[in-house]
């Protein structure tokens, strides 16, 4: 069981690694096959962009019950 603040609306890709147990290889891939999360881009001042993952508490309740812990 997760437990997280009620007024919390978004979790980082750090705080959803840590709360499932989903190492970070594993979660991108799980987000990005299942359409979790969003990527939020900002352009950096060298004209390269940069994604931070973002995840909603729906997101996150998916993540929990649907998929197991990493065991590696």
């Not at 299942?34 to 939020?40: V, Y």
Request: a positive charge; charged letters at 20%.
């Amino acid at each position: 069981m997760i437990t997280v603040k009620a007024s919390q609306k978004i979790f980082t890709y750090v705080e959803v690694t840590n709360l499932t147990g989903i190492c970070a290889e594993h979660l991108e891939d799980l987000a990005k096959r299942h359409g979790l999360g969003f990527i939020a881009r900002a352009t950096k001042t060298q004209g390269k962009q940069t994604g931070q993952w973002f995840f909603r508490p729906w997101d996150l309740m998916v993540l929990a019950t649907l998929f197991p812990r990493c065991a590696h």
